[in-house]
């Protein structure tokens, strides 16, 4: 039987909303692992300094992309830069979410209520 790092080394994952939480956590189990890892999420900032943290690990390799998935333009770049980057895509996870915690549902804006749908719904579906 192989182990994870034998049979994941190597391989290319996309991770949305990897900067953060849930996905960060999905990013580092497969650094570790040996892939390379394609995190995706609006804030370049913290973006930048997730994959950073992540290459520190020394396994796989890590990459930064900059994306709103609610824009299906750039969910499609962001699988066309991983495959021209590592040459293959094994797996994406589509992570990433968004609540305005500071609303509850009754007094939450049309126009929020749609980013909501557009990045956790849309997103999803442009994955």
């Not at 994952?13 to 996905?23: E, H």
């Amino acid at each position: 039987m192989r182990s994870i790092e034998e049979e994941m080394k190597g391989k290319t994952a996309v991770i949305t909303g990897g900067n953060t939480g849930i996905g960060y956590g999905c990013a580092k189990v497969f650094v570790e692992a040996g892939m390379n890892v394609v995190i995706a999420a609006r804030r370049e900032d913290k973006g930048e300094k997730a994959a950073e943290e992540l290459n520190a690990l020394g396994k796989g390799e890590c990459t930064f992309f900059q994306c709103d998935v609610s824009d299906h333009t750039q969910v499609k770049a962001l699988v066309e830069f991983a495959v021209e980057k590592y040459g293959r895509l094994d797996t994406m996870v589509n992570n990433a979410g968004y609540n305005p915690l500071h609303f509850d549902a009754c007094d939450m804006s049309i126009e929020s209520y749609q980013q909501v749908l557009a990045t956790n719904l849309m997103g999803e579906f442009y994955g």
